[in-house]
């Protein structure tokens, strides 16, 4: 399945992910939320494609660096584009390489919408 604005979710603390979700939904996003790295790439890797995915580093079973070192070891998974939300680096600067873009949490749902419509078209 390929939704020209598909994106999957994954965030362990239910409140963003629910707030998040509803957000891009808003936007005519079609959101599959999940609440773990582990999670997310069992979704991935059954036929699902989405335009994006939004990732929160810091989760409980499998954090979001584990995710995207697998992400980016499977060649038809490796291209997904992946936007990091974080607390952890308030610096500003993108904490992990394999990511495409950076939003530190907490963060306008302005911001979220634009960093996921700048990654989404690009794919």
């Known amino acids: 399945m390929t939704a020209s604005r598909?994106?999957?979710?994954?965030?362990?603390?239910?409140?963003?992910r629910e707030s998040v979700a509803e957000c891009l939904e808003?936007?005519?996003?079609v959101v599959t939320p999940v609440s773990n790295g582990v999670e997310g790439?069992?979704?991935?890797?059954?036929?699902h494609r989405p335009n994006l995915i939004v990732l929160d580093?810091?989760?409980?079973?499998?954090?979001?660096a584990q995710f995207l070192s697998?992400?980016?070891?499977?060649?038809?998974?490796?291209?997904?584009?992946?936007?990091?939300?974080t607390a952890a680096s308030?610096?500003?600067t993108?904490?992990?390489?394999?990511?495409?873009?950076?939003?530190?949490?907490p963060f306008h749902l302005g911001?979220?919408?634009?960093?996921?419509?700048?990654h989404s078209a690009e794919r």
């Open 6 to 16: 598909s994106i999957l979710l994954i965030e362990d603390d239910a409140g963003i």
């Open 26 to 29: 808003s936007e005519g996003y």
């Open 41 to 47: 790439l069992q979704w991935l890797r059954r036929p």
């Open 57 to 64: 580093l810091v989760m409980p079973v499998m954090s979001g």
């Open 70 to 85: 697998e992400l980016r070891e499977d060649p038809g998974l490796r291209d997904l584009p992946v936007v990091l939300m």
């Open 90 to 92: 308030p610096s500003g």
């Open 94 to 105: 993108l904490p992990i390489p394999q990511a495409n873009a950076y939003l530190p949490k």
């Open 111 to 118: 911001e979220l919408l634009a960093v996921v419509e700048r």
